[in-house]
């Protein structure tokens, strides 16, 4: 296998991502949701604290923990005040470096690609911490093959990356700042404070009158009462405010709602590079 040539995309991308299981249990449903069968609703007054729930068996509450450590986010820096993009991760400034192989400049189907990355700030300087959010793949488009690469942190401002060789011919490296660690630290903070910031909403229809409402995993108490419709088998919880005039069970659809940003001063500045 010829010795790959690097090329290199420096640019952000904005998105906005769930919660691993708000992901889940959404695309879950989405699928389901029109098909299962109908199952008696109840309405049911806001008793219970935002957003908590029913505490896990044992055995639930040690899968759990085994999938939240599975896919740990390493710490974040702090953001200083007033934010300053002068100090988070630039891609300009950012660089990738292929590691020799062991047989020298040379590399075959079956080997293993090593790349070195060293992130550095708008200023230039190194970052010493880790965090950012990186995608590495190793392509070849006349080819339409591609494979992705496994990213290490360091947790030091440096990342390596690990590509399987799979195909005989020429490859390119991409590395991709998704976002840098300062815009995961608001991520982190939105997922604690504000988990019903992606929602959604339900159509109810009964005869001539139909009503839209907004639907959860947790809904905030008001005085609103609500439709539960919790997985009777699976115990998973979701939620719709229910329509005055309605019942529970004229709710005919599910869709998505929206996104609440919630961001403070010059955060947005992180998502819009």
């Given at each position: 296998?010829?010795?790959?040539?690097?090329?290199?995309?420096?640019?952000?991308?904005?998105?906005?991502?769930?919660h691993?299981?708000?992901?889940?249990?959404?695309?879950?449903?989405m699928?389901?949701?029109?098909?299962?069968?109908?199952?008696?609703?109840?309405?049911?007054?806001?008793?219970?604290?935002?957003?908590?729930?029913?505490?896990?068996?044992?055995k639930?509450?040690?899968?759990?923990?085994?999938?939240?450590n599975?896919?740990?986010?390493?710490?974040?820096?702090?953001?200083p005040?007033?934010?300053?993009?002068?100090?988070t991760?630039?891609?300009?400034?950012?660089?990738?470096?292929?590691?020799?192989?062991?047989?020298?400049?040379?590399?075959?189907?079956?080997?293993?690609?090593?790349?070195?990355?060293?992130?550095?700030?708008?200023?230039?300087?190194p970052?010493?911490?880790?965090?950012?959010?990186?995608?590495?793949?190793l392509?070849?488009?006349?080819?339409?093959?591609?494979?992705?690469?496994?990213?290490?942190?360091?947790?030091?401002g440096?990342?390596?990356?690990?590509?399987?060789?799979?195909?005989?011919?020429?490859?390119?490296?991409e590395v991709?700042?998704?976002?840098?660690?300062?815009?995961?630290?608001?991520?982190?903070?939105l997922?604690?404070?504000?988990?019903?910031?992606?929602?959604?909403?339900?159509?109810?229809?009964?005869?001539?009158?139909?009503?839209?409402?907004?639907?959860?995993?947790?809904?905030?108490?008001t005085?609103?009462?609500l439709?539960?419709?919790?997985?009777?088998?699976?115990?998973?919880p979701?939620?719709?405010?229910?329509?005055?005039?309605?019942?529970?069970?004229?709710?005919?659809?599910?869709?998505?709602?929206?996104?609440?940003?919630?961001?403070?001063?010059?955060?947005?500045?992180?998502?819009?590079?």
């Amino acid at each position: 296998m010829k010795a790959p040539s690097c090329t290199r995309r420096t640019y952000g991308a904005l998105f906005l991502f769930l919660h691993v299981f708000v992901l889940i249990f959404v695309l879950r449903h989405m699928d389901i949701l029109e098909f299962q069968p109908k199952v008696k609703s109840t309405i049911i007054m806001p008793k219970r604290s935002f957003c908590t729930f029913q505490p896990l068996s044992p055995k639930d509450a040690l899968e759990e923990r085994l999938i939240l450590n599975s896919t740990a986010w390493p710490e974040t820096p702090l953001l200083p005040a007033p934010i300053s993009l002068e100090q988070t991760s630039d891609p300009a400034h950012s660089t990738f470096t292929i590691l020799p192989g062991r047989k020298g400049g040379q590399w075959h189907v079956g080997d293993q690609l090593d790349v070195m990355i060293q992130t550095s700030d708008f200023q230039g300087r190194p970052k010493k911490s880790g965090g950012d959010f990186l995608l590495a793949s190793l392509h070849n488009r006349k080819l339409e093959a591609g494979v992705a690469g496994q990213v290490v942190d360091h947790l030091n401002g440096s990342y390596s990356a690990v590509f399987s060789l799979l195909w005989e011919g020429d490859a390119q490296v991409e590395v991709t700042l998704v976002h840098p660690s300062e815009a995961v630290t608001v991520l982190n903070r939105l997922t604690t404070e504000r988990p019903d910031r992606i929602y959604f909403k339900s159509l109810f229809r009964s005869g001539s009158r139909s009503k839209t409402t907004i639907c959860n995993v947790c809904l905030r108490p008001t005085r609103k009462p609500l439709c539960n419709y919790t997985d009777i088998h699976t115990g998973e919880p979701w939620f719709c405010y229910k329509p005055k005039n309605l019942s529970c069970d004229a709710r005919i659809n599910h869709f998505k709602g929206g996104s609440k940003r919630n961001l403070m001063i010059k955060e947005g500045n992180l998502f819009q590079r």
